[in-house]
């Protein structure tokens, strides 16, 4: 994959840090509520459901189903990404439960179905690897 897209990429969080290093360990991290046990994506300093801030970090499975997907036409995020075109991206629903903004890998212009079972995998793009989607 072409490294020059990690150039527009926002450097990691405090919070966010530990889903990152997960990925380049081909671990896909989600954060579990310690207080009412819910599971969400993407990191937060509170639990979305109830507020809470005891919070831990637990590997999912990565599997999931296709939710939704759009192929995107237009290099939106520059030109970096001309050579992409046409790619999809999918909204995974987990098996733990969040919903995960992703991106569907696959032959060039080919696209998902809903439903479809998916799977996680990480590809390296520089020096941080990225938790995408393909079939199971
Ligand atoms: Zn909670």
Same mark, same amino acid.
Do not use: E, K, N
């Given at each position: 994959m072409n490294n020059d897209l990690l150039a527009e990429f926002v450097p990691p969080t405090l919070d966010s840090r530990p889903f990152w290093e997960g990925c380049n360990r081909q671990e896909l991290l989600l954060q579990h509520c310690q207080a009412c046990h819910h599971a969400f994506y993407y990191? @937060?300093?509170?639990?979305?459901?109830?507020?809470?801030? @005891?919070l831990a970090w637990r590997a999912a499975g990565g599997q999931g189903c296709v939710y939704s997907y759009s192929q995107v036409q237009v290099p939106f995020q520059g030109p970096a990404w001309q050579s992409q075109l046409p790619y999809c991206v999918v909204l995974i629903d987990l098996e733990e439960g969040p919903r995960m903004l992703s991106r569907w890998l696959a032959p060039r212009g080919e696209v998902p179905r809903i439903g479809q079972r998916a799977q996680v995998v990480f590809e390296q793009v520089g020096q941080q690897k990225l938790p995408f989607f393909g079939a199971s």
């Open positions: 990191a @937060r300093r509170l639990c979305p459901a109830c507020g809470d801030t @005891r």
